[in-house]
């Protein structure tokens, strides 16, 4: 995705706010702002920053997971699976 195509003027967004909002949530692309000619902000629709978060989310949990590899924390899966389910029939 090019972000060029949507690089607007912060007197664009002050000028067309509810329209760069309904643009935002249709397009679900976000838009560059500039201010003096210079990239000062990105707007997002609200489920796409949603969908990037959750994503970070699960990337930083794959990143703690190398960690424990790296540092040889490690469990069998058949160690794991038996302890689940004992734990579960103590419940």
């Known amino acids: 995705?090019?972000?060029?195509?949507?690089?607007?003027?912060?007197?664009?967004?002050?000028?067309?706010?509810?329209?760069?909002?309904?643009?935002?949530?249709?397009?679900?692309?976000?838009?560059?702002?500039?201010?003096?000619?210079?990239?000062k902000a990105v707007l997002q629709d609200v489920a796409s920053f949603e969908e990037t978060q959750e994503t970070l989310a699960l990337l930083k949990i794959l990143a703690l997971g190398n960690q424990d590899i790296d540092a040889g924390r490690l469990r069998p899966a058949a160690d794991v699976v038996a302890r689940l389910r004992a734990k579960r029939a103590g419940d």
């Open 1 to 39: 995705m090019r972000y060029s195509s949507q690089v607007k003027p912060i007197s664009y967004l002050k000028a067309n706010a509810a329209e760069v909002l309904k643009q935002l949530a249709d397009q679900r692309e976000p838009m560059v702002i500039t201010q003096n000619g210079e990239a």
